[in-house]
């Protein structure tokens, strides 16, 4: 009687879990949706707020979840790159500063110099790790796609 008991409740069980799953996937799917609008209209703290409370909310939806990491990073790539935007205007005009020091016959008097190349250097330092940044991310985010394609075309095969 156990037995076919067991062997009756175990379909309307899986049933059950997988239109729960479907539904999370969906959820977590809608999610994702609202962080890419946020993130469109360059509001990235946010966007990103929205894929964690995702993670936290669906820990079981799985293609969402390697969804969200593509669009993650995407939020780190853009806020990157307008991070290195405002960095290279910035270090423009602070070269323009060095080059009418450098110009400038201060005998004995190179303290203001001596800070704006520091200063230059600086600049020159983080704008560079920025740049590391975006491309780094922008082959992350190229190197996830194929994974996540490749994954995909693996379980349509099973």
């Given at each position: 009687?156990?037995?076919?008991?067991?062997?009756?409740?175990?379909?309307?069980?899986?049933?059950?879990?997988?239109?729960?799953?479907?539904?999370?996937?969906?959820?977590?799917?809608?999610?994702?949706?609202?962080?890419?609008?946020?993130?469109?209209?360059?509001?990235?703290?946010?966007?990103?707020?929205?894929?964690?409370?995702?993670?936290?909310?669906?820990?079981?939806?799985?293609?969402a979840r390697?969804?969200?990491?593509i669009v993650?990073?995407?939020?780190?790539?853009?806020?990157?790159?307008?991070?290195?935007?405002?960095?290279?205007?910035?270090?423009?005009?602070?070269?323009?500063?060095?080059?009418?020091?450098?110009?400038?016959?201060?005998?004995?008097?190179?303290?203001?110099?001596?800070?704006?190349?520091?200063?230059?250097?600086?600049?020159?330092?983080?704008?560079?790790?920025?740049?590391?940044?975006?491309?780094?991310?922008?082959?992350?985010?190229?190197?996830?796609?194929?994974?996540?394609?490749?994954?995909?075309?693996?379980?349509?095969?099973?």
């Amino acid at each position: 009687m156990r037995k076919a008991l067991y062997t009756l409740l175990l379909p309307v069980i899986a049933c059950s879990c997988t239109g729960q799953e479907d539904k999370e996937e969906e959820y977590a799917g809608r999610m994702i949706d609202a962080a890419r609008t946020l993130m469109t209209e360059g509001n990235y703290v946010a966007a990103k707020d929205s894929i964690l409370a995702m993670r936290e909310t669906f820990p079981t939806a799985f293609k969402a979840r390697a969804t969200g990491i593509i669009v993650m990073d995407s939020i780190e790539l853009l806020a990157a790159q307008d991070t290195l935007a405002i960095m290279d205007s910035t270090l423009m005009a602070e070269q323009e500063i060095l080059k009418k020091l450098e110009t400038e016959k201060r005998r004995g008097n190179n303290a203001e110099y001596y800070r704006q190349r520091t200063e230059v250097f600086h600049l020159k330092q983080r704008f560079d790790e920025l740049g590391a940044k975006v491309k780094f991310y922008l082959r992350k985010i190229e190197v996830d796609m194929l994974e996540n394609k490749r994954d995909t075309g693996n379980k349509e095969q099973d």
